[in-house]
């Protein structure tokens, strides 16, 4: 007769399984979009005067979750506050992830993704990785492209303006109790958005972050999760207040790179073998796997110009590099900026300059930096045909 703990461990494995079994409940399906559109469209922002983050659209996705039912019926409804009680895990737990992607319109005003199906891949990872409920990405995909048509009118026209889309998922149930939430929301909402560099490249200043770590092997560095994000605040303040526009995360007593701020970390350079190579830190579980990242890496590689790797690299090893003039550039990569080069990185108390264009001494970035980011410009706006831009027909 098997004991009592086994007893209580095959039921908790059953309810797990229930969980997260799309057998035992109903999975997310567009085809049941409900959809009321609001009475009164907001006035749109001209282009010139937007501001990442700060205007919403006219409407926004939700789709409510529990373990008993799974995936209720999606609705595409007028953009409005969401309505919690103070108990709800979210607010206590941190159970919350999210996606950043964007909505780009052509010269012949289709309306295109990029790589979409990468972050709707990653969603359900960061998802999983804080116990909440799993969706389908293609149907996720379908609600998204019912939103951006229905809100086509919020994508701006022109190169480097586009419509940025947030996916989320929180944790809704009312409980003080840490444990898994039984209950969830996903949603979807979308801000205009412009340039990341309106006027051209900005190199900027970043300092090392020596006394704080964003992650760490096998912790939850690879998950989009709300939990990651905060933490970050005071040390871009700090940073900041010395003069810096971003903070270099470092890890181990050896100072591994990590990455910048919110965004990965590249590096090229001449290694110790005077190759000339692109490198950035590996995914351990302590670097986010950034949509931005894996198209770069594979896009220098299509290239075959120089060497491409995956692996660890110390600030010590970097300071060296600059010292004996080994580092060509240094950038960091994102969807909001696609490329971000680097100037000077301070450490230990020295700045250290990093080289843009040694060709022009006005640059404000390096040339293969430059190259990155035009083109991946052109397969997100479809000047070139390339199977990453996917434009958005979907159908319920």
Known sequence: MPSLRTLLINQQLAQSAKRWSSTSTSGLQANLLRITKTENPKALVANKDLVFGRTFTDHMVTAEWSSEAGWAAPELRPYDK?????????????SEC?????????????IRLFRPEMNMARMNRSASRIALPQFDGDELLKLIGEYVKLDERWIPNGRGYSLYLRPAMIGTQELLGVQASHRAMLFVIGCPVGPYHRTGFSAIAVKSTTEYVRAWPRG???????????????????AAKQGYQQNLWLYGDDHQLAEMGAMNLFVLWKNEQDEVELATPPLDGSILPGVTRDSILSLTRSWNEFKITERKMTMPQLRDAVQKNRVLEVFGAGTACIVSPVKIIEYL????????????????????????????????????????????????
Do not use: C
Not at 82 to 94: C, E, K, M, N, Q
Not at 99 to 105: C, D, P, R, S, T
């Open 220 to 238: 939850t560095g690879d998950s989009k999760i709300g939990s990651n994000y905060a933490p970050g605040l005071l040390p871009q303040l700090v």
């Open 349 to 396: 108390g020295e700045d250290l300059k990093i080289p843009l264009d040694p060709k022009d001494p006005s640059a404000q970035a390096g040339p293969v930096t430059t190259r990155i980011n035009n083109a991946i410009l052109d397969i997100q706006y479809g000047e070139v045909e390339h199977p990453w831009s996917v434009v958005v027909n979907y159908t319920r």
């Open 98 to 110: 999210f996606e950043g992607m964007k909505a780009y319109k052509d010269r012949q005003g289709k």
């Open 82 to 94: 969401i309505r919690l009680d103070p108990s709800a895990t979210v607010f206590h737990y941190a």
